[in-house]
């Protein structure tokens, strides 16, 4: 399971930073993410890490955004700066087990609106 925290709403340029905790064990846990999908649009990814910190990124969010994680607690963060209109979306994180198989969050909204 998946526990996500951390949206709301706030003004463009402000920042937000989102947890999610897992409940399986970190040894298990291969590569953990996150995603956004915005009204109309589909489900993209937004920066992923993996086990060795490896990480990837969205290009729009590129220099605003930094994932990190916590392999002791099972957690990913997401730390969003310089928050724009165009980042409003329900964000899910997702965790890939060493098996292949996905897991995801339930999902918190961010909301970036004066």
């Known amino acids: 399971q998946l526990q996500a925290s951390g949206g709301g709403l706030v003004q463009p340029g402000g920042s937000l930073r989102l947890s999610c905790a897992a409940s399986?064990?970190?040894?298990?846990?291969?590569?953990m993410g996150w995603y956004r999908q915005a009204p109309g649009k589909q489900r993209e990814l937004v920066p992923s890490i993996s086990r060795t910190w490896n990480t990837n990124y969205e290009d729009s969010v590129k220099g605003r955004f930094t994932i990190s994680r916590d392999n002791a607690k099972s957690t990913v963060y997401l730390q969003m700066n310089r928050l724009k209109p165009e980042d409003t979306a329900v964000y899910y994180c997702?965790?890939?087990?060493?098996?292949?198989?996905?897991?995801w969050g339930q999902g918190t909204l961010v909301t970036v609106s004066s």
């Open positions: 997702n965790t890939v087990m060493r098996w292949g198989e996905v897991y």
């Open positions: 399986e064990s970190p040894f298990n846990i291969n590569s």
